[in-house]
């Protein structure tokens, strides 16, 4: 399952000139918002809508199978980047309760589940499962990016997934995880990933001359930094990193814990960007300047 993961991503030819806000940036946008887009034969290679439950099993932390297996009725599940909802259908399939056990009469009519998309990509079988729950059981939110949703909008989630969605395709990182953050209630988890990213472990990218990476930081000096270090210096988080590689490409899965409300995220300046399944990025590490808003508040 991780191999065929893999083996769905997709890049395009690199360019080096780009500048944030530029002619250059704004149309691999432009380029994105069509893969946003796109339907049947259309849909490029690599854009992946359909992902069940075993393969969020398969390829995140083993820690997730088992957070989602001790939720019970009052508690809450988000997915971003769901595409069509497969996993959380799976997670209401019969299926789901024999192959967990454990846990099925705590979880009693299980976990409140709502899925984000860009597009509206529910089937037939999602209608469906929606109309045999209770209201409400099952929530399909479509049209805004997460950024575009506020905590009176969604509530708070004790388990967050995002499996190759908004984490591997945000232009603004930071954003990103101080959404995710103040959507997390206290002590929940985020379970999500990156392909083809230098690893925690790497001493620097010469360790691997044949990966294009698809998301890469910069320290402030330019030199590499690994996605997990600036996880792991968000404030309020434990983060577990775990490194694998699957036909000589590095994949890292991540585990974030929220400890405490007091979140704060360091700031990155983007470098690159390009459209594709998912997009290149290029991120730097930057001081805040003392001057800017206070972008945690944009959380809430």
């Given at each position: 399952m991780v191999v065929l993961l893999v083996l769905q991503t997709l890049w395009l030819e690199p360019s080096y000139s780009q500048q944030p806000g530029s002619p250059a940036i704004e149309k691999e946008v432009s380029k994105q918002e069509a893969i946003y887009r796109s339907r049947g034969e259309e849909v490029p290679e690599g854009y992946v809508v359909d992902r069940s439950f075993l393969a969020y099993a398969s390829i995140l932390s083993s820690d997730f199978d088992r957070s989602l297996a001790s939720l019970g009725p009052k508690d809450r599940w988000l997915d971003i980047g769901?595409?069509?909802?497969?996993?959380?259908?799976?997670?209401y399939a019969p299926r789901y309760d024999s192959m967990h056990p454990e846990g099925r009469e705590r979880r009693g009519k299980k976990a409140r589940a709502v899925a984000i998309s860009i597009e509206d990509r529910r089937t037939p079988r999602w209608h469906e499962t929606a109309a045999r729950l209770e209201a409400d059981q099952i929530r399909y939110l479509s049209g805004k990016r997460l950024r575009e949703y506020s905590r009176e909008e969604l509530g708070q989630f004790q388990l967050i997934t995002d499996v190759i969605g908004g984490f591997s395709y945000t232009r603004d990182l930071p954003l990103f995880m101080e959404k995710v953050l103040g959507f997390l209630e206290l002590n929940g988890r985020f379970h999500t990933l990156l392909l083809d990213v230098l690893p925690e472990h790497a001493i620097n990218r010469t360790d691997y001359p044949d990966t294009l990476f698809l998301t890469e930081i910069a320290n402030a000096d330019g030199s590499d930094a690994s996605v997990c270090s600036w996880l792991k210096s968000i404030a309020c988080v434990e983060v577990t990193c775990e490194s694998?590689?699957?036909?000589?490409r590095p994949i890292e899965i991540y585990r974030i814990h929220k400890v405490c409300n007091n979140v704060a995220v360091p700031a990155l300046a983007l470098l690159r960007f390009e459209a594709g399944t998912p997009p290149p990025r290029r991120f730097q590490l930057r001081k805040p300047s003392p001057a800017s808003p206070d972008r945690t508040g944009t959380t809430r």
């Open positions: 769901a595409g069509e909802g497969h996993a959380i259908l799976d997670y694998r590689m699957e036909s000589k």
